[in-house]
């Protein structure tokens, strides 16, 4: 079993900057997919961004340029730095850890994160 343990989260002004943390309570990075996913008021939850154990990253299109996911694997976290926010990124964001062939999926508690216009 895997813990994940979101931080980062809070108030920002539209057009401002956050860093989310993902803390996992061992190094599974070699052999996971990493991920960050938002869910909105009312709405499912949908994929902001992944880094695979080989260092691939994807990005939401309406996310892209705007966000860089990343991992420091001496920490075993892994972050997502997110810039020029807007209010329609205002959302409870999880971090998840799929591991490669299904192998686990483990998900963090969540990190609110509220940008007002």
């Known amino acids: 079993q895997v813990q994940l343990v979101e931080s980062g989260g809070g108030s920002v002004q539209a057009g401002g900057s956050l860093r989310l943390s993902c803390a996992a309570s061992?190094?599974?990075?070699?052999?996971?997919?990493m991920g960050w996913y938002r869910q909105a008021p009312g709405k499912q939850r949908e994929l902001v961004a992944t880094i695979t154990d080989g260092g691939i990253t994807k990005y939401a299109d309406s996310v892209k340029g705007r966000t860089t996911i990343s991992r420091d694997s001496a920490k075993n976290t892994v972050y997502l730095q997110m810039n020029s926010l807007k209010s329609e990124d205002t959302a409870l964001y999880y971090c998840?850890?799929?591991?490669?062939?299904?192998?686990?999926?483990?998900w963090g508690q969540g990190t609110q994160v509220t940008v007002s216009s």
């Open positions: 998840a850890a799929h591991g490669v062939l299904g192998m686990f999926d483990y």
């Open positions: 061992r190094n599974i990075f070699s052999i996971s997919t």
